[in-house]
Structures are given as structure tokens and as C-alpha cells.
């Protein structure tokens, strides 16, 4: 629970606030943009919420947090229906992020083959309970060692297979599948797994039915300037083979960028094609 006497000055006044234990994960910037804002080095209310979109997004941002840094002075329990969040048509973002993977966002995709986790939340009653009425999860896909949280649980509790890359396979030793070399590799029918060593050796973003690109942090939507971004400042392999990675990912349609940091945008594949492009051209011009 967030502590009310370690409630931020910075945030606005009123019912809703968050503490000074926040860690700038931009988690909940991320699930209320607008409502809840960025001033000095952590996140803070820039106005109280108004009507009921406002409330659901400001309870997402509850959920949302890996430090339990949200809260509200009349307290109050989230309406149903807040996490998972669908974002499209079968995927939807999990919320309960967790703080070992720094406030990750993870992902869950309905499929008729068999449900995905894309990366993982903290284990909770709660999602268990929705990931079960959904029919369970059929594969754990990790994109890097960052953002591994509490796949091991979610995989004893549901049978799923756990997908990593053989560079970061020592964040999951019970990964029972474990992807190799710079090659794509076929998850199943419409699932494609691509190595993208930069961030980590091991990072890897996967695609799902050619329209949905789960990147972990390896690319991203920077929110204030609309438009694909890629974290210089917390790349621990290769600025240069992460250049190369999104290089080689401009041959792959895509119409979703659902990253584990930063914002997730939606846009027509071609516009993606040459942002990216020229992302990839913004990159080779830093060092």
C-alpha cells in the first residue's frame, strides 16, 4: 500500500496521489497518460481524475505499480475488468507489474492453438484466475533476462512451455525451450520468434500473426515525440548489434509495437516500416 505521509508534494491535490517510493519505471504513465505525468525523477498525479475513464485509468495505474506507490485517500477497491486490459482484439496487457523486471509491462494473447505470456507480471491470484478462464497459457515467450519476474510460476501452475534465448537462458534455467543463434525460429503457426541481440545478447521480439510486435526493450513508442524509439541509455550488450537487429527487422510487418518499457502504439504497417527506418538511421548516429 502506498504510504500517505510520503505523499509527493509534486502530485496534484486531491483524492488520488503516489508516494516518494515510486522508481520512474513510467509504468503508470504508460496506463494513464495525461492523468499521471513525470516531474523531476518520478511520476506524479498532474491532475485528479475526472469521470469514469479517468478512474479506470488511475486504478489501472493501482495495479500497474511494482511498488504499490499509487493510491487514494478514500480508498475504494478496482472495478473488474481493469486488468488484464484488452488492447486489441485477444492481447491484452497484464498490469501487476513487477518490480524484478523493474516495472516491465508483460502481455497475454487468446489463441485458438494455445495462449501466450509474453514475458511476465508478479504472480497473483487474481491473473491466475483470468488466465485460467481464458484457457490457460500454452507458451511463455521471454524476450530478454530483464524482464523473466515470475514466469516460473506461471509455468508450474499452467503446464507452459518457456521460450528464452540461449544468451539469456541463465534468468530462466527451467526454460525448457531454448531458441539459438540470429535465426528465426517458428514458435507454431503465426508466432515467429526474432533474435535481436543489442539490449541484452540474448534479447529476442516476437511476432504474432503479422501484426503484433512484442519487443520487450529492445524498441518502443516514445509518447511525447510519437514515434519509435530505442533506449540508448540502457542497452548492456551492443549500441552497434542493436543498430543491426532493428536494421534487419525492417524487412518484418508489423502494425503493434508492445514493448516491456515505454509506450505501445498502434499504426499502419507501412508507417511502422519507415519509422522504424528512420529510427534505425537516428541510431547509427549515436555512439
Known sequence: MPILKHRNPASAPGDWYIDTECIDCAASRIVAPGLIVRRG?????????????????????????????????????????VFPWQLAPGVFMCGYNARSSYGASSYFVTRSSGNLLIDSPRFTRKLVQA???????????????DDVADADQYARAFGARVWIHEHDRAAAPYAGDILTGAESASIEDGVLAIPVPGHTRGSVVYLVDYLY???????????????????????WYSWEEQTASLDRLIARRFEWVLPGHGGFAHRPAEEMTQRLRALVRRMREVR
Do not use: Y
Open 131 to 145: 488466465f485460467t478462464n481464458a484457457g490457460g497459457i500454452a507458451h511463455i515467450l521471454l524476450t530478454h533476462q
Open 213 to 235: 510486435l512484442f519487443t520487450g526493450d529492445s524498441l518502443a513508442w516514445d509518447m511525447k515525440r510519437g514515434d519509435l524509439t530505442a533506449f540508448r541509455d540502457a542497452c
Open 41 to 81: 525523477d518520478l511520476s506524479v498525479f498532474g491532475r485528479q481524475p475526472e469521470g469514469e475513464e479517468d478512474e479506470r485509468a488511475a486504478w489501472r495505474a493501482v495495479l500497474v505499480r511494482p511498488t504499490a506507490s499509487v493510491g487514494r485517500v478514500s480508498g475504494g477497491s478496482p472495478p473488474a475488468g
